[in-house]
């Protein structure tokens, strides 16, 4: 069936230092996998997304891999900023359609 | 662009109690989302619209829950009767053929609602 989690629900992080947000998934028909912040009070806000034909996509200061073998999408965010603080989704999408499937979520806290 | 409107932000309410929530997705988006999250948890698709049709309901609990977007743009959901386990944000999200693909979904603030 369709699962898309996470391993770790809260990551500490040093202010200035790089963050890794793992995720692992179980669908092989997604074709699309696709990253959200979301901050206390707001809804999720797309950071980031890669086909599943791609195993790496760079964004300004975050970096998405993707490795189909083990199944496991991460997200990288580089010089973490205290704007950074906040819950990230790995989300999946379905080949047909445009349903996402969310995972669990991390806290990253950045600390000063 | 103005982003997806929702209201109310909060709701408190007692159980068998009915409530409803509105949605104002972005201009020209024909796909619009409703989504539940539980406190610590991903959201999770209640239903999705394209323009007024409904496209994917296999989430909605149809025996309480009900959404229509009548005109193809603004969305209510309503839950009567709500239950505890209700409590949950209620957010709204559209997406359109503008912005880096069709399938990105531009959410709402969602709506907090509280069930006592």
């Known amino acids: 069936g369709e699962n898309v989690g996470l391993h770790l629900p809260t990551l500490s992080v040093q202010e200035g230092d790089n963050s890794i947000i793992n995720c692992a998934y179980s669908n092989s028909a997604s074709d699309y996998f696709i990253w959200y912040k979301q901050e206390s009070g707001k809804g999720p806000q797309f950071i980031i997304d890669i086909r599943s034909n791609m195993d790496k996509r760079q964004g300004q200061r975050v970096t998405v891999l993707l490795n189909k073998t083990v199944k496991h999408l991460s997200l990288q965010i580089a010089a973490t900023q205290p704007g950074d603080s906040a819950v990230y989704f790995c989300?999946?999408?379905?080949?047909?359609?445009?349903?996402?499937?969310f995972g669990g979520g991390t806290r990253v806290l950045v600390k000063p | 662009e103005a982003g997806v409107a929702q209201s109310p932000r909060y709701k408190i309410i007692e159980k068998r109690q009915s409530v409803a929530f509105w949605c104002n997705p972005i201009?020209?988006?024909?796909?619009l989302y409703w989504y539940q999250q539980i406190l610590g948890q991903g959201p999770k698709l209640l239903i999705q619209?394209?323009?007024?049709?409904?496209?994917?309901d296999s989430q909605l609990p149809k025996d309480r829950f009900s959404a229509e977007r009548l005109k193809g743009v603004d969305s209510t959901l309503k839950i009567q009767p709500a239950k505890l386990e209700d409590s949950a944000v209620y957010l709204c999200?559209?997406?359109?053929?503008?912005?880096?693909?069709?399938?990105?979904?531009?959410f709402g603030p969602g709506t907090r609602l509280t069930v006592t």
């Open positions: 201009s020209g988006h024909a796909t």
């Open positions: 999200a559209s997406s359109g053929l503008a912005g880096r693909g069709p399938y990105e979904q531009y």
């Open positions: 989300a999946e999408k379905k080949a047909a359609g445009n349903k996402l499937t």
């Open positions: 619209f394209q323009n007024n049709g409904v496209v994917d």
